[in-house]
């Protein structure tokens, strides 16, 4: 069965740098874009980037751009987002998501547990 | 970019009854890439229906959604106790995917 385990999260001061990781398990995780979403305390789902099943293409909120970095091991099954310049807005649950779909457009039909990033000094 | 907009913000129903939920976004989603989730307190959101009104796998048929264009609608036609939740439109794209504010079904 398909499994999205999240790892990486935790406190970190404002303006430090901070990776998430994302084990995939139960699926061809090659053929598959992936993405971060996350959600501010009480507050709604926010998409924050997207990587292409390949990792050649790669897409950001502009909230984020610049400062954080979709990557993906390929080999490993492991999605990253890389986050620096780390802001007190950034304080969020991160979920890692799934293509519903192999190399298509889809919707995100898989989700891991989520991740709480705390920023604050 | 566009904008989806949720409404109502919060719907308040009793078991058994009947859940309509609006999504309007700001420009035409020609392709139809209009998804819903549901999000239990606590939990990750659980996809519900994609392509505006094809359910997802497991996803019961009390379930629906239908609209093109800039309109679209989840409906829940009996709701049980687990739907006593959060829900969000998105459109997803090959460039862009935004998330509407949510509507939380809450009970009467």
């Known amino acids: 069965q398909v499994q999205l385990v999240q790892s990486g999260g935790g406190v970190v001061q404002p303006g430090r740098s901070l990776r998430l990781s994302c084990a995939a398990s139960g699926f061809t995780f090659s053929g598959y874009a992936m993405y971060w979403v996350r959600q501010a305390p009480g507050k709604g789902l926010d998409w924050v980037a997207a990587i292409s099943y390949d990792g050649h293409k790669t897409f950001y909120a502009d909230s984020v751009k610049d400062r954080f970095t979709i990557s993906r091991d390929n080999s490993k099954n492991i999605l990253y987002l890389q986050m620096k310049s780390l802001r007190p807005d950034d304080t969020a649950v991160y979920y890692c998501?799934?293509?519903?779909?192999?190399?298509?457009?889809?919707?995100?039909?898989?989700w891991g547990q989520g991740t709480l990033l705390t920023v604050s000094s | 970019e566009i904008v989806l907009t949720q409404s109502p913000g919060t719907l308040s129903l009793s078991p058994g009854g009947r859940a309509t939920l609006s999504c309007r976004a700001s420009?035409?989603?020609?392709?139809?890439?209009l998804a819903w989730y549901r999000q239990k307190p606590g939990q990750a959101p659980r996809l519900l229906i994609y392509?505006?009104?094809s359910r997802a796998t497991g996803i019961p048929d009390r379930f629906s959604g239908s609209g093109s264009g800039t309109d679209f609608t989840l409906t829940i036609s009996r709701l049980e106790p687990e739907d006593f939740a959060v829900y969000y439109c998105q459109h997803y794209g090959s460039s862009s995917w935004t998330f509407g504010q949510g509507t939380k079904v809450e009970i009467k």
């Open positions: 392509g505006a009104s």
């Open positions: 420009q035409s989603l020609s392709s139809g890439y």
């Open positions: 998501a799934r293509n519903l779909s192999a190399f298509a457009v889809a919707a995100s039909g898989y």
